[in-house]
């Protein structure tokens, strides 16, 4: 369930009262008049079943509460009430599958910033797996696709494509160019130090690397695995499930393509980093496609859920006049 706390301004506490007491989903309502003093109105609590949670957002927002007051949601982790049960049992489909486009959109929309936190994260994941291209070592090439932050920019960039959001697919844009640029300028300088250091050498890019040489050699599996991580990540992102996401992240050859790009520039082994820049690419591509028709299908099967909804309530009203 989410926690709704709402700032009703006084002309219209009565319609949103009104709008959460009459549906089914809606649990746990209080109206506490005039206790709110920036922005004034009436406070209004009450719990939401998450299959409606995106319904009655969206209607709060038409009615302009956040205008002149103001809408928060939180997650309820525990609640024993026999009235939550009765919403959920009342409210068609799954909490676990229900999207709250409102929650997705914040989310992802946070991870669009080109903060210093981002930039370190992915140059630090691309030396390692750089590292890890040279040394042949899977185990380092797993933990810098672990730590690379890159799926947050590409799941808002979905969102945003969906939802049409001119100024997030901009900074999502923004986030993945100039993170994976300076990552590999980073991992070119890097692999010059360490050339330099003697503690690395171009016979190491160019010897056998069975274990990682799928990464500069993409192929129709990459496509494959691409788009299934993108549709793993959004159900993830979506349905809260965190523990996958780090599964998606494990699946995508993002960050240890970048590294190869870079390494190869460095010793200037130029189809190697051609090879590597295509997989980049490709994994990109598939991610953002898949991940953007797996929101479709979301959306498509929860507004006709919603709609079917509705009738089943209208008719019930009917029913009871």
């Not at 050339?195 to 192929?219: E, S, V």
């Not at 695995?225 to 959004?234: D, E, H, K």
Request: proline share 4%; with cysteine; hydrophobic share 55%.
């Amino acid at each position: 369930m989410l926690h709704l706390r709402v700032i009703a301004p006084p002309d219209q506490s009565s319609a949103v009262v009104d709008l959460l007491g009459g549906d089914p989903g809606v649990t746990h309502l209080v109206v506490l008049p005039g206790a709110a003093r920036r922005p004034r109105g009436d406070l209004v609590l009450c719990d939401v079943v998450r299959e409606r949670a995106d319904a009655i957002l969206h209607d709060l927002q038409r009615l302009g509460v956040e205008a002149h007051g103001g809408i928060a949601a939180d997650d309820v982790e525990l609640t024993l009430s026999a009235a939550a049960d009765r919403a959920a049992r009342e409210v068609p489909g799954s909490g676990a599958d229900a999207v709250v486009w409102d929650e997705v959109a914040a989310k992802t929309g946070e991870q669009t910033e080109l903060s210093a936190t981002y930039l370190v994260l992915i140059v630090v994941a691309t030396m390692i797996a750089g590292i890890g291209v040279l040394l042949d070592q899977p185990i380092l090439i797993v933990g810098a696709m672990v730590v690379g932050p890159e799926f947050g920019p590409l799941a808002a960039l979905c969102v945003a494509l969906l939802r049409r959001k001119p100024a997030i697919i901009g900074r999502s844009v923004q986030a993945l160019a100039v993170g994976f640029l300076a990552a590999m300028l980073a991992t070119v300088l890097s692999t010059w130090a360490l050339t330099a250091a003697g503690l690395m050498n171009r016979g190491m890019l160019l010897a056998d690397r069975p274990l990682t040489d799928f990464i500069w050699r993409p192929d129709a599996l990459s496509w494959v695995v691409g788009l299934l991580a993108g549709v793993a990540g959004m159900l993830s992102l979506t349905s809260k499930k965190s523990g996958s996401l780090v599964g998606v992240l494990i699946s995508v050859t993002t960050v240890p393509a970048a590294a190869n790009v870079a390494v190869a520039v460095a010793y200037g082994v130029w189809q190697e980093a051609a090879g590597s820049a295509l997989q980049l690419v490709i994994n990109l591509c598939a991610i953002v496609l898949s991940g953007l028709a797996t929101l479709a299908v979301q959306q498509l099967s929860w507004w006709r859920l919603s709609r079917r909804f509705r009738r089943r309530t209208a008719r019930a009203d009917r029913a009871g006049r």
